[in-house]
């Protein structure tokens, strides 16, 4: 029997790329649901060639058109934040894959897993924000979270078949497309150099959090909650050629490390037919005459790191105020609002004035209470600037 699919973010990076995974595979994987937040124009075109059962546009501005883009194909169209949720959570699904950028990803993540779904995560703010929450509510209700973050999924492969105790994972990052740029020039530098990133394709936010550093960070947050790790256990190493994407170090000393090409569709093709491989197309990995090299992450140059494990420390609510003003100092930057180098110190100036570190297991509601805050403290602080 075919899984059927729910895709949220369908026409981003990922969700194409997960798309890609299930035309290659149609016998075991059928799309049920696709959602988009505002680009309806792409939603439509993956709908005509796909025919799931719904689609959904989370910015209700664009539903009409839309709508009347797919009158004549039998695909119901719905709108509104609250409708990607219930997607998550939809009885004609079996697997939900989590694409969304940021927060957003929170409130479909938690009932995805309230509702016992196989979810495929690539939304790492889900757990950034509420990890504690998510995971004990995907153990409460026997929900399997299978991670897309390329650095998860081979630390997952490298788990796999090993009863021994770790000692260590170790995260690699390739520095983003401002490592070799002076520390000096850092305040200056544009939107568009920023976004050029040297080994991966992934879209706007993740890329600026890459060349700060935080995704790396939130990486460090994921592998805590998916793993059930200290954060002590969790480092992190430069690697410029992303070929090796992490690596587990077992009670003995022994280190695996898991490879391959950088390319998304490995991990998110894992996700899907976990613990089964799938056969992609493409070109395999070659290391003749390569080189991989390893470095300690510069602080200096990456103080995004530390503030993580700072709030992992702090607890309660202090992580999920952290990743909202990271999204809006991020969003801040893309439209020039502010300079490079005040992303971070955006999110630090928001941390120093937003309650709830410590808090004992904060609900959904406290989660959701503190991103508004923590937005709206943040806002005023870049316009400040």
């Keep these: ?37 505002r680009n309806w124009r792409r939603l439509a075109e993956q709908a005509r060639e796909l025919e799931p059962d719904s689609v959904i546009i989370a910015d209700r501005e664009f539903y009409e058109p839309l709508r009347d883009a797919l009158a004549d194909i039998p695909v119901k169209v719905w709108a509104g934040e609250d409708a990607v949720a219930q997607a998550a959570e939809a009885g004609n699904v079996d697997v939900v894959v989590n694409a969304l950028v940021g927060y957003a990803g929170l409130v479909p993540t938690v009932r995805a897993v309230t509702a016992g779904k196989k979810l495929a995560l690539a939304n ?74 040297p080994n991966w394709k992934m879209g ?49 000393g022994a280190v695996k490390a898991q490879m391959g090409t950088p390319d998304m ?24 005459g390569a080189a991989l090299t390893f470095e300690e992450v510069d602080e200096a140059r990456y103080p995004a790191l530390a503030l993580v494990r700072e709030c992992m420390a702090a607890g309660g609510t202090a992580l999920c105020a952290l990743n909202a003003a990271n999204e809006v100092a991020v969003a801040a930057f893309l439209e020039g609002r502010i300079r490079f180098t005040e992303i971070v110190r955006t999110v630090e100036r928001t941390l120093e004035r937003a309650g709830g570190s410590g808090q004992a297991r904060p609900t959904l509601d406290d989660y959701i209470e503190c991103n508004s805050q923590a937005r709206r403290i943040a806002e005023k602080i870049v316009v400040s600037y």
């Design 1 to 37: 029997m075919r899984q059927r699919v729910a895709i949220l973010g369908s026409t981003g990076s990922i969700g194409e790329q997960t798309l890609e995974v299930l035309r290659l595979h149609p016998e075991l994987f059928e799309p049920a649901v696709l959602t988009a937040h």
């Design 265 to 288: 569709r490995v991990p998110i093709a894992y996700a899907l037919s976990f613990p089964a491989r799938l056969a992609l197309r493409g070109e395999g990995l070659s290391l003749t």
């Design 124 to 197: 790492k703010e889900s757990l950034v924000c509420a990890g504690e929450l998510v995971m004990r509510l995907s153990a409460e209700s026997r929900a399997p979270v299978v991670p897309i973050d390329s650095e998860h999924s081979a630390i997952l492969q490298c788990l796999v078949g090993e009863p021994s105790p770790v000692r260590r994972v170790i995260l690699t990052a390739s520095g983003g497309a401002l490592r070799d740029v002076p520390i000096s020039e850092l305040a200056d530098v544009t939107a568009e150099r920023a976004l050029a990133h």
């Design 204 to 252: 706007a936010k993740i890329t600026i959090d890459s060349a700060t550093l935080m995704n790396k960070g939130f990486e460090v947050v994921e592998a805590r909650w998916l793993f059930g790790l200290e954060p002590a256990q969790i480092d992190v190493l430069i690697h410029r050629q992303s070929i090796v994407h992490s690596m587990v170090e077992f009670a003995d």
